[in-house]
């Protein structure tokens, strides 16, 4: 009976919340406002938590199952000629993601002198991309405020999320008339033209997701579809793009995800690390910006793709503005990928090496 009475109380908090990320939806669509599916549930979602004081639900499986989609639609932009290009940019996939993990050091340390908090607290909470891996790490390190560190990422997700479509979309790119921002992605398709293949990429999809998980591979739902995807379009057997109407429902089942991750009723502090959060992640956006004018010189691609391939954000939610900005989706995925797989496997064992050497001459001090 509890069980029964629990499982009830969250069903009508989802239904609460779903209405409240629909009415965000709607209203950022009518005001002609960009990727509205995705900024409005996330915008409603976390205004409507934290001033109106409501206890909302999202279940995180909405999530996972929307960036199976986001990963068919990421996979599907990917050709063998794609794979030629990326090789050919490995070396600046290279220098840029050191570039941007070496100015988040140098940053962590100012803020960190600057703020007074331990630095490795505001360094493991700097670091872009890697949410889960960083948190994950946080708990295992001593010293280091979890709580601290997943506002700090949090925080600098939602603000990137909303501040990237926002300046992309703005007059400063003229996105809308610009021949050169084309996506390899195919038209949206009907529903008929997806049958009878969709079946078979999303029971395939579904299945490498799942692996991914097992094997504790990042962002396991969205990249394990992508490769499923690749591989199936690659061996012949060829998909279509899905109808726009399910890509906003992904945008929504993610915005309202989101909406719900930041809890600064948490912090102890709670202005000076919200301070500390807007005035880094701007730091570091503007820094990324800056990397992504020296891209595009490097590279013949334009300036919404270097943007987007450089972003310290979430894959998911950079691959949603690609589509609606028609940026190059396959170039920006392998940059947001590479630096996600060294943040994921190189980086936490970089981060251990600082730290011991750090304890080591604090001991030798003492």
């Known amino acids: 009976m509890i069980v029964q009475t629990l499982f009830q109380r969250k069903w009508t908090l989802f239904l609460a919340t779903f209405m409240i990320a629909i009415i965000g939806g709607l209203l950022f669509k009518l005001i002609h406002l960009p990727i509205p599916w995705l900024l409005g549930p996330m915008f409603f979602v976390f205004i409507w938590a934290k001033f109106f004081k409501e206890k909302l639900y999202w279940p995180s499986k909405l999530r996972d199952s929307a960036m199976i989609i986001v990963g068919y639609t990421i996979g599907l932009s ?139 591979f990042p962002t396991a739902f969205l990249l394990g579809p992508m490769l499923a ?72 691609m334009n300036t919404v793709t270097s943007m987007l391939s450089l972003s310290p954000g979430g894959m998911d939610q950079m691959a949603i503005i690609a589509k609606e900005a028609h940026g190059d989706m396959s170039v920006i995925m392998c940059y947001q990928l590479f630096r996600t797989l060294f943040i994921f496997i190189a980086v936490p064992y970089l981060l251990k090496f600082i730290f011991n050497r750090m304890n080591v001459r604090v001991a030798d001090k003492m």
């Open 229 to 300: 995807t690749i591989l199936l379009n690659l061996s012949g057997f060829h998909g279509h793009s899905l109808p726009s109407f399910i890509l906003d429902c992904s945008q929504l089942m993610i915005g309202g995800y989101i909406g719900l991750l930041l809890k600064p009723e948490n912090l102890k502090n709670k202005l000076k690390i919200s301070i500390l959060a807007i005035s880094s992640g701007i730091v570091l956006l503007s820094f990324s910006f800056g990397l992504s004018i020296l891209l595009t010189h490097l590279h013949s």
């Open 78 to 216: 990917f050709t063998s000629a794609t794979f030629v290009q990326i090789g050919q940019q490995i070396t600046s996939m290279i220098l840029m993601t050191l570039l941007l993990l070496l100015f988040t050091l140098i940053i962590s340390i100012v803020i960190s002198k600057l703020s007074g908090l331990p630095f490795q607290t505001i360094l493991i909470g700097s670091i872009p991309g890697g949410l889960s891996q960083m948190i994950t790490l946080a708990e295992e390190l001593e010293d280091v405020d979890i709580t601290v560190v997943t506002f700090l990422q949090i925080s600098r997700l939602m603000m990137i999320i909303f501040t990237v479509p926002l300046f992309i979309f703005s007059p400063l790119f003229d996105i809308h008339r610009d021949s050169s921002l084309t996506s390899p992605v195919q038209n949206s398709a009907h529903l008929s033209d997806l049958f009878p293949n969709i079946i078979v990429f999303a029971v395939v999809c579904t299945l490498f997701a799942i692996l991914g998980k097992r094997i504790n």
